[in-house]
């Protein structure tokens, strides 16, 4: 599965980011990652679920290290990801959202909205992300409660 020792990355989009994925999964092959694209393949009006849920399953299964997922905005996209049980997606807008999301929340898929950010902003999120490291401490507490709760072992008032 992985190439020259580096991740896996799952993809997906709907219309909206295809530009933006398209320009990234290249940004990311020439890097030497392993990319999964779940598509779409064109502008052609989709709906994000259909793409966006099978590349955030592909983290939560194993079959992706990471993944990215993109649209408009890049909200729907995160909250579709959301969705999926063992996937922490942020919504990142710029390079200091993209290291919070893995140093503190240790997000192992990240959104991005090509109407959101410039080509350049997004590839520069994307490479914070990736060369993030996540902290531990006090912040996996935190991320082991969400869990927790995701999982149906935490109290619920």
């Known amino acids: 599965m992985k190439k020259n020792n580096m991740k896996t990355i799952s993809l997906g989009t709907d219309h909206a980011g295809y530009q933006l994925k398209e320009l990234v999964k290249s940004h990311l092959e020439k890097k ?5 694209d779940f598509g779409t393949s064109s502008e052609e009006a989709v709906d994000y679920a259909d793409f ?18 993109f649209g408009g905005s890049g909200n729907g996209e995160a909250i579709a990801a959301n969705k999926v049980r063992g996937v922490r ?3 990142c807008w710029n390079v200091q959202s993209a290291l919070l999301a893995k140093e503190h929340n240790n997000a192992n898929v990240i959104a991005l909205g090509g109407r959101m950010v410039s080509d350049a902003e997004a590839l520069a999120i994307v490479d914070q992300w990736l060369e993030a490291s996540f902290e531990g401490g006090r912040h996996l507490r935190r991320i082991q409660k969400v869990g927790d709760y995701e999982t149906g072992r935490a109290s619920r008032r």
């Open 89 to 91: 997606c942020a919504l």
């Open 52 to 69: 966006v849920i099978p590349a955030a399953e592909a983290v939560a299964h194993g079959e992706a290290d990471l993944g990215l997922v």
């Open 32 to 36: 030497g990652y392993q990319i999964i």
